[in-house]
């Protein structure tokens, strides 16, 4: 039904697209505000170094800012490499397996997505600092020996969040997998191992790495259970901004979100690519 | 003791089932498939034919008995140590790899050097006429070169018997005939023992040199294709294979394997039988159309009256439903050689209907 | 013989442990330990005292020594409206621009899906400073009124957008529209053509085609669409921190708050319990009623 199309469903749809892209291109316009305090535009900063890039250059100076960027790929990196290979694994388990509890396991796997955020956060938060006490009183820890919430307590957060989603979207793709193709292959003198990593993987591929993508983009993105989970050093680039946020706002800011939504078009880009190659 | 290729040892498969209950899929099976033979497992879908290729392949494990290969039991062997390969319905060519990656696989996981496996990939596609298509991808192939993808596929590991799960299912009528012939003429090349599973009657018959018919998960009769026609053992048999028409009636006396059986409506027919029959016994008279006349000949052993209800023409022969005098209904099939192809009989006529003692069958159930 | 574990169970197992164990260590036993803080109360240095009194719950419904207090019962109240102008104005918003990408030529559907996807993937945090940057005094949005008012000629006195429970609307309302229009893509891209034919056919003229047709037929899309906005909402607290400037409070800020300002976590836990309890009601309501359908898993 593309033939007509009234023209108030062209502009209601063009209305929105603005109200989706128009706070993008503030953020970006405002990157290059001559003006500090960045509340009025005053004309394009130019200033050494870098001339009209001069707030894209601040921001390597910014020692806080840019291991608020290392911390963020690490723990996204981290969590989405766990994340993938354990959720793989349990959509592996559901899809092709039975196995006693089954359905209480897929019951288990819908929590983190139905539950709120901020519950979850604080569920960590409660946990590891009860754990944490206990640990560092029975063993009378020296100070700088005590176990307190940090990267690796984000990490293992953001595990459990986006583990579900990865199994979503593998088991979506196992959904339609032909089971004789392996048989195929074992016919043919490959062992299950072989079977796996010639034949299985491949054939579901698409679906694990649309899964570490959605992982990624989970961890990249998450606010709330970081600000729960985090600790001293563990800063990421959200709590970075949100803590910005409530105290001053230069153009340094808006040039950190230009790059970032840059690097998340050409992330996408890449994906799709990816995507239309494997067919 | 002979050795066969393939053997069956009272092999029964049972499964949980959706709902918990335990689905039969086949009871009892015992088969003796010879070396260098094409043999047809040949049922309706569900008599457990594929469960029983599924267990030579080593797909399912018997529940109870033991498949044996050239004398071997195989146990719980998986299927990557068994040296049997598969033709399956849907090709399951590997879609990520081209046809070359597809037939090398085999060699490669029993760790043929490249060169050589090259060298076997090409002639593997000359055999089933694919010279060069090395580097093409599955899904740049008909359903038909599919076919023959999947088979070179599993002859070039040269298995000590090749199965094939309803291989030509999804071809069309024209592409299955001529694939039906090519794999009888690959399998006297090859000399390899086939299993072919198969529902299509017409396909068994003309390609093999025996055949099982199973049903409810039992074997119910195994012979070459002529013996499973003309002398079906049981009433499923000779339903399923062909047309055929049944008369019920109670046996009145038995010489040696001739039958003397009394029809409803006081009807008696001389048939013939193997078993040994008592009188009274509850029987049937199974008789193929073509083997009835409507034109009278010399020296038929039953003759029986009755009327015509419908007349089909088909070309090659005319189709007649006759009612007879006892009130059974039959189908009888004549030729059409007379130059104009006219009838024998009109829808209404009064005829007599004619056919031999031998091949009229007697069936208990 | 079917009750011994097979090869396939002990496989399956084996692969679905890491998940489980993970789910259980971190999310079953938190809840439960959460549930437990509840019960309890606050020590005078910020650490819980366990014990077992429904103190916190009664304070949260406002029941106190001194009397009637609703000043958490209308927190909930104002959350839970906050929650469903949300959504509301998410279907509203949503909904044409799910229809117009359906109806698309199917070369641009993936090209229009996909702008509708990429502000979703810039930063949430970032997205709430851009209109922080429209909306406060002398922001972007006052500018280019009073721009305007000048070219006219008009006086013009810059509005008060910010802070207020407008701004916060504002900012919910953008967080979560792709996640109402993606389901609703869903459901009525699933639509055959026919049905539009059959129905014009059968002489429904195009607003009863949208009536009778089409709009039943994205109720599974809103359904899941709903879902995955009014459960968020309810527990989001820094639109609510930054747009509302500290006065607008929600749920969500009321559980950060006793966490991490007040330091009673038995409190927070309560309060934190009542939301999940809340959004639970109205994800099982929504499930039981209309199903959980395949569109909220291709959001």
Redesign the interface.
């Known amino acids: 039904m593309t033939k007509k199309r009234s023209p108030w469903l062209i502009i209601a749809a063009l209305a929105v697209y603005f109200f989706l892209y128009a706070p993008i291109v503030v953020l970006v316009v405002f990157a290059f505000n001559s003006s500090r305090t960045n509340v009025v535009f005053e004309g394009v900063v130019n200033r050494e170094p870098c001339g009209p890039f001069y707030w894209f250059c601040a921001l390597a100076g910014n020692r806080e800012l840019m291991s608020a960027a290392q911390n963020t790929l690490t723990i996204a990196l981290t969590s989405t490499f766990f994340s993938t290979i354990i959720g793989t694994m349990a959509a592996l388990a559901l899809q092709r397996y039975s196995f006693p509890g089954k359905t209480f396991s897929e019951a288990l796997l819908y929590i983190p997505i139905v539950i709120p955020e901020i519950v979850m956060g604080i569920g960590i938060l409660v946990l590891f600092s009860t754990l944490f006490r206990f640990i560092n009183t029975t063993f009378s820890l020296p100070p700088d020996a005590r176990l307190t919430m940090g990267l690796g307590t984000v990490i293992i957060s953001h595990i459990v969040f986006s583990v579900p989603f990865v199994t979503l979207v593998v088991r979506a793709r196992l959904h339609g997998f032909d089971k004789s193709v392996e048989e195929a292959a074992q016919d043919l003198y490959a062992d299950e191992w072989r079977t796996f990593w010639r034949v299985t993987l491949p054939l579901i591929a698409p679906g694990v790495l649309a899964g570490a993508l959605l992982a990624f983009t989970l961890s990249l993105d998450d606010f709330v259970i970081t600000f729960f989970t985090t600790g001293p050093g563990a800063t990421t680039l959200p709590i970075y901004v949100y803590g910005l946020l409530r105290r001053i706002t230069t153009p340094e800011l808006n040039a950190l979100s230009t790059i970032w939504i840059a690097l998340v078009l050409v992330a996408l880009l890449i994906a799709q690519r990816l995507e239309r190659r494997a067919g | 003791m002979p050795e066969y290729a393939v053997e069956l040892r009272d092999v029964s498969k049972r499964f949980p089932g959706p709902s918990g209950e335990i689905v039969n899929a086949v009871k009892n099976v015992s088969l003796q498939i010879r070396d260098g033979e094409f043999f047809s497992l040949l049922g309706p879908s569900g008599c457990g034919k594929t469960t029983s290729l599924r267990m030579i392949a080593g797909f399912e494990l018997p529940t109870e008995g033991e498949v044996y290969i050239h004398g071997r039991p195989m146990g719980q062997t998986p299927p990557y140590r068994r040296p049997v390969n598969t033709v399956f319905q849907n090709y399951a060519l590997f879609p990520h790899m081209t046809i070359g990656e597809n037939v090398a696989f085999g060699l490669e996981m029993k760790g043929v050097p490249k060169a050589e496996r090259e060298k076997r990939v090409k002639e593997a596609l000359e055999m089933v006429r694919l010279p060069g298509f090395e580097k093409r991808r599955p899904r740049q192939m008909s359903g038909g070169q599919q076919q023959r993808v999947a088979l070179a596929r599993a002859l070039i590991n040269h298995p000590e018997v090749l199965l094939l799960d309803e291989p030509l299912g999804a071809l069309d009528l024209k592409l299955r005939k001529e694939m039906q012939l090519e794999l009888k003429r690959l399998q006297r090349e090859v000399g390899i023992t086939f299993i072919y599973v198969t529902h299509d009657q017409e396909e068994a018959l003309t390609m093999s040199d025996r055949i099982a018919v199973m049903s409810g998960g039992r074997v119910l009769q195994v012979g070459p294709a002529h013996e499973i026609y003309e002398k079906p053992n049981c009433k499923f048999v000779a339903d399923f294979i062909g047309e055929t028409n049944l008369l019920e009636g109670k046996v009145i006396h038995q010489h040696g394997r001739q039958v003397e059986v009394l029809l409803a409506g006081g009807l008696t027919a001389h048939a013939e039988s193997d078993q040994s029959l008592v009188s009274g016994q509850q029987v049937f008279v199974a008789i193929r159309p073509e083997k009835m006349a409507l034109r009278p000949y010399d020296g038929a052993h039953n003759v029986y009256v009755g009327r015509v209800e419908e007349v089909v023409y088909i070309g090659t022969d005319t189709h007649y439903t006759v009612r007879l005098a006892g009130g059974q209904r039959v189908r009888v099939r004549e030729q059409n050689d007379d130059p104009f192809s006219r009838p024998l009989a009109n829808s209404g006529d009064e005829v007599r209907v004619y056919f031999d003692q031998t091949p009229a069958r007697v069936l208990t159930e | 013989?079917?009750l011994r574990?097979s090869r396939?169970?002990?496989?399956?197992?084996?692969?679905?442990a890491?998940?489980?164990t993970?789910?259980?260590g971190?999310?079953?036993?938190?809840?439960i330990?959460?549930v437990i803080?509840s019960f309890g109360s606050r020590s005078p240095d910020g650490n819980v005292i366990y014990g077992f009194s429904f103190d916190n719950y009664r304070r949260l419904l406002g029941i106190t020594p001194t009397g009637f207090d609703p000043l958490y019962l209308e927190i909930l109240l104002r959350s839970l409206w906050l929650a469903l102008q949300t959504t509301v104005a998410v279907i509203v918003?949503?909904f044409?621009?799910a229809?117009?990408?359906a109806?698309?030529?199917p070369r641009y559907r993936n090209l229009f899906l996909?702008?509708?996807?990429?502000?979703l993937?810039?930063?949430?945090?970032?997205?709430?400073?851009?209109?922080?940057?429209?909306l406060?005094n002398?922001?972007?949005l006052n500018?280019l009124l009073g721009w305007g008012a000048s070219l006219l000629g008009l006086p013009f006195q810059p509005l008060d957008l910010y802070p207020s429970d407008g701004a916060v609307l504002v900012g919910m309302i953008?967080e979560f529209?792709?996640f109402m229009i993606l389901p609703i893509y869903t459901s009525l891209e699933k639509i055959d053509?026919s049905l539009?034919e059959a129905a014009a056919d059968l002489g429904a003229d195009a607003l009863r085609t949208f009536l009778r047709v089409t709009l039943p037929l994205a109720v599974p899309g809103m359904v899941a669409g709903t879902?995955l906005v009014f459960?968020?909402v309810?527990?989001?607290?820094?639109v609510a921190?930054?747009l509302g400037g500290r006065q607008v409070i929600l749920v969500?800020n009321l559980?950060?708050r006793q966490?991490l300002d007040a330091r009673d976590?038995a409190f927070?836990?309560a309060a934190?319990?009542i939301?999940?309890a809340l959004?639970?009601v109205v994800?099982i309501f929504y499930t039981r009623r209309f199903g959980f359908g395949e569109e909220i898993?291709s959001a």
Do not use: C, H, K
């Not at chain 3, 971190?26 to 809840?31: A, D, E, G, N």
């Not at chain 3, 993937?121 to 429209?134: D, G, H, K, P």
């Not at chain 3, 309810?234 to 820094?238: A, P």
């Open positions: 013989m079917f574990l396939d169970n002990i496989r399956g197992l084996l692969l679905i890491p998940v489980m993970l789910i259980i971190l999310l079953i036993i938190p809840l330990l959460v803080t918003i949503g044409p621009l229809y117009f990408i109806r698309a030529s996909f702008l509708v996807l990429v502000p993937w810039t930063n949430f945090v970032i997205r709430i400073y851009a209109w922080l940057m429209i406060r002398q922001g972007v500018s953008y529209l792709p053509d539009f879902i459960v968020p309810m527990g989001t607290f820094i921190d930054i969500g559980v950060q966490f976590a927070g836990s934190a319990l939301l999940m959004t639970l994800t898993v």
